[in-house]
């Protein structure tokens, strides 16, 4: 009688076992059937359509053999062999003989022979059974309860079923392996529950195939299918396993699933050894996520192993660009970006990978890509992200060939964003198609996430709808949107494209419209409309700066006007507080546009920022020769000087509108010429005493009788109310202003409007004081006066800017020295700041006045009571 040894594969029943050898190359080894010699067991029903059930005590039966046997190394012998060529014999693990240890344990019985040769073998046998019966043990038990309650199938909807076990760790015992990733299992489900057998299909991978022996069936046998077929069986073959349930096939007619073991996840195992492939259709339902399982493809690949013995690594898209950082320069579409590449300035137009916008015949494309659209301008314009190229998309079908992208903005995944708010769907790439997303498992996640949720696309509601007007489709439109914007002050708005430095289409929506915006105040360089239109110097540079700076942010419009194409004219402000004219005259886009700026709120801020640029000479500026910059008096439009201007007026403050504000009358030929033409003016308003009105036109001369003492002056208007039927006006001959009635104005002879206005407005060189309504204001009006009421002064006129003269003020009785000035005198006395930015235009008197403004601060004088203000 010869031994033999072998691994034992399964275990049928409790006294039948299937042995296998060891594998040979990459073949699956031999494998027998042996049947316990002279004992027999309980009989397990055969299946679903067996007509017989579980003998009682079955199951118990095969358990203690399968947890006894199932994966080890046994020795075996065959005692003999029936006519049908059934083997029957004696295993034995660690030298002592099973069948003796299942009948100890009650568990099989000594089968009735009818050969008188049996005695001999019989006798051990009997003795063991006889005391098994005598203990109850085993089958010679209770039978109450002894019959298993089992499924076969699910019962009704299966959907039920998984429902309420998904996600759960239930305890199991793989039954049979079909092929690598499909299982027969049976679930051992808490009492009462019945145990539940399940066709269970491993989540988030696919094995070749292996199909023969079914009836009515072609084989089919995949390459490395027997092969991934026994890796399988020798590791999770009747082994008790944790089944957690994740879905179920798309026929319903298996549930999917992961399979743990002590030893590992079976599905890495395989995929990490090239004898599975992960599969995008259930990856996503694998618990602990698709990282592992891709890294262990990934390293499959590499290795070349099994089924991806003919791999050929694809090259990175993108060369040198693979990899880069870069800022978000425009929002193209709900998954289309142009974005700049950091180190290099180049710009690239990137769509992100794996998704698309629902498309045109989808109901809900304009609403939902909207709404993607300003999810990606809210989180990305501007911003830096992080691009990984993963594919080059061809050109067709009319479309331009495009590369695709992931992009991320810290750690987030923008795509996935988008996927999981249901604002875009997942593109179904092809099998085996690596031109896809390095994200694409979380995409699909994400996706599923989405549908779970109803959101966006995937909901059943209906979708938001966006009708968006155009208010500057012609000046009446226009016109109707005016007041309601005035009145609003400060509107919250996004700028949807740039058509030059200072003209842009914006979306208001607080009214839902779109309306065009100029900058009020100041004109950028014009672009040519056409290759036959000339482009203007710096309208490039000027565009590429408010592009950069402007387009798709949030921003904040006040609205003063409309122009006669229907355009709103008025101040545009990036985060809050910079007022973007002025960023672009600071940077010589622009240049001042002086009717609309002296309009604006804002007019100073605006001649600073141009001067500032002047001074810099940038970009416009530096097309023209410093020494050409002209300090006539007569041509407000010429710049500053770089040369300290020296030319002295005797002048007398005509009136005061601030501390820092007057109007002056030079005294010179003209100022005696004036004495004449208003006596002469007198005489002819008392002896032409008609009742002749006007038709009021802002910025006319007309005559005008001045409220306190009833006499005729000239004067120009400022402003018509045609509901009160008043006009405001000021007199140009001494620069006070007031409102009056429409009955006290008439229209000027010819022959005294020759002389011209003898009044100028000015302003304190080199420094800033508070308006009236300011902290100091009044006192600094106070101040001016004191110094300056009933005297002839000396002015330097230091430059001109619109018009507006930019005065050093000097008491001829006291000094005509920079730290004597009246200037000087309002920074001593704190109620006035120097304006450091004229240091480039007269270094020599702003130094002195800054020393002025030091002692100030010391003697804690004014403004400088509670300490020191200023920004440094």
């Known amino acids: 009688m010869s031994y033999h040894k072998a691994i034992v594969k399964s275990v049928l029943s409790g006294d039948t076992i299937v042995l296998r050898g060891k594998p040979k190359g990459n073949q699956p080894p031999p494998e027998r059937q042996l049947n316990l010699a002279y004992v027999e067991a309980p009989r397990l029903r055969l299946g679903q359509n067996s007509k017989t059930d579980d003998e009682p005590f079955a199951f118990e039966s095969r358990?203690?053999?399968?947890?006894?046997?199932?994966?080890?190394?046994?020795?075996?012998?065959?005692?003999?062999?029936?006519?049908?060529?059934?083997?029957?014999?004696?295993?034995f693990i660690s030298s002592e003989n099973v069948t003796f240890q299942a009948l100890r344990e009650g568990w099989v019985k000594v089968r009735d022979r009818k050969t008188k040769d049996d005695g001999d073998e019989l006798e051990p046998l009997l003795s063991l059974e006889q005391s098994a019966k005598e203990a109850g043990k085993g089958i010679w038990g209770d039978k109450e309860n002894s019959v298993r309650v089992v499924n076969y199938a699910l019962p009704g909807d299966s959907s039920q079923f998984l429902n309420k076990y998904r996600g759960t760790s239930i305890d199991g015992i793989v039954e049979q392996v079909r092929d690598a990733s499909t299982l027969r299992v049976l679930l051992l489900l808490q009492p009462p529950e019945p145990q539940q057998y399940i066709t269970l299909m491993i989540s988030g991978i696919k094995a070749p195939i292996v199909r023969k022996g079914i009836p009515d069936v072609e084989e089919l046998i995949e390459p490395f299918g027997e092969e991934a077929k026994f890796f399988v069986e020798s590791k999770l073959l009747q082994r008790d396993v944790k089944i957690v349930l994740e879905g179920q096939s798309g026929n319903n007619q298996a549930l999917i699933g992961s399979v743990l073991h002590p030893a590992g996840n079976i599905a890495e195992a395989l995929v990490q050894v090239g004898?599975?492939?992960?599969?995008?259709?259930?990856?996503?339902?694998?618990?602990?996520?698709p990282v592992k399982l891709r890294a262990a493809e990934k390293l499959a690949k590499e290795k070349r192993l099994r089924i991806w013995q003919d791999h050929v690594a694809r090259s990175k898209a993108g060369g040198e660009d693979h990899e880069f950082n870069g800022t978000v320069t425009k929002i193209i579409s709900g998954d289309t970006l142009q974005i700049r590449v950091n180190r290099s300035g180049v710009e690239k137009k990137l769509q992100l990978s794996s998704i698309r916008q629902p498309k045109p015949k989808d109901p809900k494309l304009p609403e939902y890509n909207y709404d993607a659209r300003e999810l990606l301008r809210k989180r990305l314009i501007g911003k830096v992200v992080h691009v990984t190229i993963d594919y080059e998309k061809p050109a067709q079908d009319n479309f331009e060939a495009r590369e695709c992208a992931t992009v991320k903005i810290g750690e987030t995944n923008i795509a996935e964003i988008l996927v999981e708010r249901g604002l875009a769907h997942v593109i179904r790439h092809k099998k085996d198609d690596e031109d896809r997303s390095g994200a694409y498992?979380?995409?699909?996640?994400?996706?599923?996430?989405?549908?779970?949720?109803?959101?966006?696309?995937?909901?059943?509601?209906?979708?938001?709808?966006?009708?968006?007007?155009?208010a500057s489709?012609?000046?009446?439109?226009?016109?109707?949107?005016?007041?309601?914007?005035?009145?609003?002050?400060?509107?919250?708005?996004?700028?949807?494209?740039?058509?030059?430095?200072?003209?842009?289409?914006?979306?208001?929506?607080?009214?839902?419209?779109?309306?065009?915006?100029?900058?009020?105040?100041?004109?950028?360089?014009?672009l040519g409309r056409s290759p036959a239109e000339k482009t203007e110097p710096f309208a490039a540079e000027a565009l590429e700066f408010a592009t950069n700076r402007a387009l798709q942010r949030d921003v904040e419009i006040e609205v003063e006007n409309v122009d006669k194409t229907g355009g709103f004219i008025g101040t545009l402000w990036l985060n809050k507080t910079e007022n973007f004219a002025v960023s672009l005259l600071q940077e010589g886009f622009a240049t001042i546009h002086e009717y609309?700026?002296?309009?604006?709120?804002?007019a100073n801020q605006l001649y600073a920022g141009e001067r500032a640029a002047k001074s810099s000479r940038k970009n416009i500026w530096g097309l023209h020769d410093g020494n050409s910059l002209s300090n006539d008096i007569t041509n407000d439009r010429e710049g500053v000087t770089q040369e300290p201007n020296k030319e002295y007026l005797d002048v007398i403050i005509s009136e005061v509108v601030s501390g820092g504000n007057f109007y002056i009358q030079v005294v010179n030929?003209?100022?005696?010429?004036?004495?004449?033409?208003?006596?002469?003016?007198?005489?002819?308003?008392?002896?032409?005493?008609?009742?002749?009105t006007i038709t009021p036109r802002n910025g006319e001369i007309v005559s005008a009788q001045f409220t306190q003492d009833d006499q005729w002056y000239r004067a120009k208007i400022k402003k018509y109310s045609s509901e009160a039927k008043t006009v405001e006006v000021i007199y140009i001959d001494y620069g006070n202003s007031e409102t009056i009635p429409l009955s006290r104005v008439r229209p000027i002879p010819p022959n005294f409007s020759q002389l011209p206005p003898q009044s100028h407005e000015a302003v304190l060189s080199f420094i800033k004081v508070s308006p009236l309504e300011g902290d100091y204001g009044i006192e600094a009006l106070e101040r001016f006066r004191e110094l300056t009421d009933n005297k002839q002064l000396v002015a330097n006129l230091d430059f001109v800017e619109n018009k507006v003269r930019h005065l050093t003020?000097?008491?001829?009785?006291?000094?005509?020295?920079?730290?004597?000035?009246?200037?000087?005198?309002?920074?001593?006395?704190?109620?006035?700041?120097?304006?450091?930015?004229?240091?480039?235009?007269?270094?020599?008197?702003?130094?002195?006045?800054l020393e002025v403004q030091d002692q100030a601060k010391k003697n804690r004088m004014g403004m400088f009571e509670y300490g020191d203000i200023t920004e440094d």
């Open 63 to 91: 358990e203690f053999l399968r947890k006894l046997l199932v994966g080890k190394e046994v020795s075996f012998v065959i005692a003999y062999t029936t006519p049908n060529s059934r083997e029957f014999g004696s295993i």
């Open 275 to 289: 004898l599975a492939k992960v599969v995008d259709w259930s990856i996503t339902l694998v618990t602990d996520g």
């Open 441 to 470: 498992d979380q995409l699909l996640i994400a996706e599923q996430k989405a549908i779970n949720n109803g959101k966006g696309i995937h909901s059943g509601k209906e979708p938001p709808v966006y009708r968006i007007g155009d």
């Open 473 to 526: 489709e012609n000046s009446n439109k226009a016109r109707q949107f005016l007041h309601s914007l005035q009145r609003s002050g400060r509107i919250p708005a996004i700028v949807d494209h740039v058509a030059n430095g200072s003209r842009f289409k914006i979306y208001v929506p607080k009214e839902n419209c779109k309306l065009t915006f100029v900058l009020g105040g100041v004109r950028s360089p014009r």
């Open 596 to 602: 609309s700026a002296d309009q604006s709120a804002y």
């Open 669 to 692: 030929d003209s100022i005696h010429s004036l004495e004449q033409l208003m006596s002469e003016f007198s005489l002819h308003h008392k002896n032409n005493n008609s009742n002749q």
């Open 809 to 849: 003020l000097y008491d001829p009785a006291v000094s005509q020295s920079p730290e004597a000035s009246i200037n000087a005198e309002l920074v001593r006395d704190g109620l006035a700041l120097v304006e450091k930015s004229y240091l480039p235009v007269n270094r020599i008197v702003v130094e002195k006045l």
